[in-house]
């Protein structure tokens, strides 16, 4: 199995940028997806971010398009997100994931398409 580690979580003002990390460990392989979900208590899991870990192709949530950067160091079997012009809306626990298996395009940002699950770490916007 994968293990994933975020890091980089903490407060900040709006339009303030934080950058976010996710450490794999494990199989040498963690899988043709990493996404970054987020999640705000009584609501659902969100899809924030995806990367093809093969081709780099990324995808966006539209409420961070253009705010917010997916990226991948194979070297360091790490993901980031870098996040930039946030928003008290932003505020909530941020988790990575990977996928095992190859997911269609529409399917990327669905929660239930990934296997293994970081622990989370908390961002909070204020205004």
């Known amino acids: 199995p994968v293990q994933l580690v975020e890091s980089g979580g903490g407060s900040v003002e709006a339009g303030g940028s934080l950058r976010l990390s996710c450490a794999s460990s494990g199989d040498t392989y963690s899988g043709p997806f990493m996404g970054w979900f987020r999640q705000t208590p009584g609501k659902e899991r969100e899809g924030v971010a995806a990367?093809?870990?093969?081709?780099?192709?990324?995808y966006y949530a539209d409420s961070v398009k253009g705010r917010f950067t997916i990226s991948q160091d194979n070297a360091k079997n790490t993901v980031y997100l870098q996040m930039s012009s946030l928003k008290p809306e932003d505020t909530a626990m941020y988790y990575c994931?990977?996928?095992?298996?190859?997911?269609?395009?529409?399917?990327?940002?669905?929660?239930?398409?990934?296997?293994?699950w970081g622990q989370g770490t908390q961002v909070t916007v204020s205004s």
């Open positions: 990367i093809s870990t093969i081709y780099k192709n990324t």
């Open positions: 994931a990977s996928a095992r298996v190859w997911v269609d395009d529409p399917f990327l940002l669905r929660p239930e398409v990934y296997d293994y």
